[in-house]
């Protein structure tokens, strides 16, 4: 019998070893909250991102440091239109003459619901440079 097998036996008894069905559950509700958390939280982010890139393509323009500061801040909307920004108002944007040009300062509260009455408040600022020469930050 050497080399041959007998059923119903086993050579090596091995122990399963896993995750069981509570567990699993525990981590599935986990990883959902968190995925939900990341869908409220990312459009947030992706509008602040719209409005530094915004603000970062209009310090570009050559001569924006000549210009008034509605035509800065007119521009500066038109940018955000196009980046479909909603939150961000025109009482949300100063701007102050600098040595060389103006300062624009961009300041917002984005405020959505996450559940029953808890919401999650995203504070913005955004600070850029729009000088003569243009382009820097």
Do not use: H
Not at 4 to 28: A, D, H, M
Not at 94 to 104: S, V
């Amino acid at each position: 019998m050497n080399g041959e097998l007998k059923i119903g036996t086993t050579q090596s008894k091995r122990k399963q070893g896993g995750i069981t069905l509570t567990s699993f559950l525990v981590v599935l509700a986990v990883v959902g909250f968190a995925a939900y958390i990341g869908m409220k939280l990312f459009p947030m982010y992706q509008e602040y991102y719209s409005v530094r890139s915004a603000a970062k393509g209009l310090a570009a323009e050559p001569g924006v440091g000549d210009m008034d500061p509605s035509k800065i801040q007119e521009l500066f909307f038109k940018r955000l239109y196009i980046n479909y920004s909603e939150n961000v108002k025109p009482e949300n944007v100063k701007i102050e003459r600098i040595d060389n040009g103006w300062n624009m300062k961009v300041n917002y509260e984005v405020r959505r619901p996450l559940v029953g009455n808890l919401d999650v408040v995203g504070v913005f600022d955004v600070s850029q440079n729009m000088t003569r020469q243009g382009g820097t930050d």
